[in-house]
């Protein structure tokens, strides 16, 4: 390994995030024959309602994956997005790494549960979402008709009716 994983919290438009949403979105491409053209607006991974993150190892970015709110209800749902892992850096449990760091800013800011759209082509992010945690939930959003579409949650801990929310 090429020493720790360094996590920076980085804009949408930032060089190493946008090199490796455009691999991700060239994995999708081979995987389903097309691109992710869900409506995204990169402003919505800002903070406070949202966040990108690129993971480092040797000064590479290697891992990336965003949170941005979902839904009217602010302080809800965080929805996950475009998390990836370079073809080189896989099976060292980087994927596992961001997305526990993802949940732990969502729910920093306040988030009770992460929703998240994959497909049924990517069964290691299927394999690595069941393995954390996530359940399916109802379809929902861009993708909701789409017979690949796979849709998980999972409720934060320390979130919910017992952290003064209730009634809110």
Partial sequence: MLGSLRIDAVGYDHPDAARLIEEVQQEY???YGGRDDSPLDPAGFAPPGGLFLVGYLGGTGVVCGGWRAHGLDVGTDAEIKRMYVT????????????????ERTARAAGYHRMILETG???????????????????????YAGSPHSRHFAKLLAGTGESNGRAGQ
């Fill in 29 to 31: 491409v081979v995987r």
């Fill in 87 to 102: 073809p080189a850096a896989r099976g060292r449990g980087l994927a596992r790494r961001m997305l526990a760091e993802l």
């Fill in 120 to 142: 049924s082509k990517q069964p290691e992010a299927v394999g690595l979402y069941r393995s954390s945690g996530y359940t399916e939930i109802p379809a929902y959003g861009y």
